[in-house]
């Protein structure tokens, strides 16, 4: 199976995570001011504007389910994964909001964007009580010092990430100033990498599990991130509108520096698709060009290697074999997803 199938099970795992957290979650949103609440909730696609209930997409769940099913595997108490799961699901939902408004992006889900809904400044407040509620429910935990310290490092790779993939977009796409396919893969480890890692592994650092099992924990979900942040450029250049939500051509529309586009851009073709992606090309010539030189094959190949390195980190430590094996199951899911 390549990078982009779909295993069976990863569904029923999503849905018992999401379960086990749901409660706990709507609890914390329920302590912040009513109206931040409401945004809250609107992000999560469990209301409408105005608060009246609503069943809206609000996104799989899978850093929660990383939290839970890390604890799990670890061996450590449920609730301590479940109290992670709350933690980088608030921390998810923050990054969106303001990811949403940096980049513009209207729609979330098919749906208007918090900051569409609700304006600019609701937005980033809402955001930020969602960052400051998950410390708080991290620092309620016995040990929750460690999981802030292990949080707050995670967040501050995703910003330093964040401001790669931003500055990005100024640098030429040939020469020597250009975007090496390794420093996307390091924007992409910090970007995404990082807050999965920080999912897998801080249930089972809040419930004692030894370092060595941790630290594999978040290696794996940080190559994990890398690679779904791949598969992520692949659909935004050529997945279907009906699953991912998204114009078809949406990355390449924008000129945006992808894995698959700097992989094209290290063959020989690099001078001509260089002068396709300065000009005003149409999107659906620019992906063809991408796709005949490669960068398509070369990004499910790089997936797929990402996904036997996490699997093969696992494999070095001992973990629990029911919830390992729903572990492995979603990991696969990550990266496999419909063109």
């Known amino acids: 199976m390549t990078a982009l199938g779909t295993p069976v099970g990863a569904a029923g795992v999503l849905d018992r995570c999401r379960a086990l957290v749901r409660p706990e979650l709507a609890s914390a949103v329920d302590r912040l001011h009513p109206w931040v609440g409401e945004m809250a909730r609107y992000a999560f696609g469990w209301c409408e504007v105005g608060g009246a209930p609503a069943a809206a997409p609000g996104g799989k769940g899978v850093r929660q389910a990383l939290a839970v099913l890390g604890a799990e595997a670890a061996g450590v108490p449920a609730r301590d994964g479940v109290a992670a799961a709350v933690a980088v699901e608030l921390v998810h939902a923050f990054s969106l909001l303001h990811d949403d408004i940096m980049d513009g992006d209207a ?48 967040l501050r790779d995703l910003v330093g990430g964040q401001a790669d993939d931003l500055l990005f977009a100024s640098r030429p796409w040939t020469g020597p100033g250009r975007v090496r396919p390794e420093e996307y893969r390091r924007m992409a480890e910090r970007k995404t990498g990082a ?26 979900g940080r190559r994990l991130g ?108 990550l990266a496999r997803r419909r063109v």
Request: glycine share 12%; aromatic share 4%; hydrophobic share 50%.
């Open 195 to 220: 807050l999965l890692g920080c999912a897998a592994a801080l249930g089972a650092a809040l419930g004692g599990a030894p370092a060595g099992t941790v630290a594999a924990l978040d290696l794996a």
């Open 107 to 154: 729609d979330r889900r098919r749906r208007p964007a918090v900051w569409k809904a609700y304006g600019t400044g609701p937005a980033v407040l809402a955001g930020d009580a969602l960052f400051a509620l998950a410390v708080e429910t991290l620092a309620a935990r016995p040990g929750g010092a460690a999981g802030v310290r292990t949080l707050s490092a995670a």
């Open 226 to 333: 890398v690679a779904f942040q791949i598969v992520d450029d692949v659909l935004g250049a050529w997945g279907d509108p009906a699953v991912t939500g998204k114009p078809v051509h949406g990355d390449l529309r924008e000129r945006k520096t992808t894995f698959p586009v700097l992989s094209a851009l290290a063959t020989p073709a690099a001078p001509r698709l260089a002068a396709l992606l300065e000009s005003e090309a149409d999107p659906a010539t620019v992906a063809a060009a991408v796709e005949r030189a490669g960068g398509r094959a070369a990004a499910v190949a790089e997936a797929d290697r990402l996904l036997r390195d996490a699997g093969e980190v696992l494999d070095g430590v001992p973990l629990r074999a029911g919830a390992a094996g729903d572990l492995r199951t979603l990991i696969a899911s």
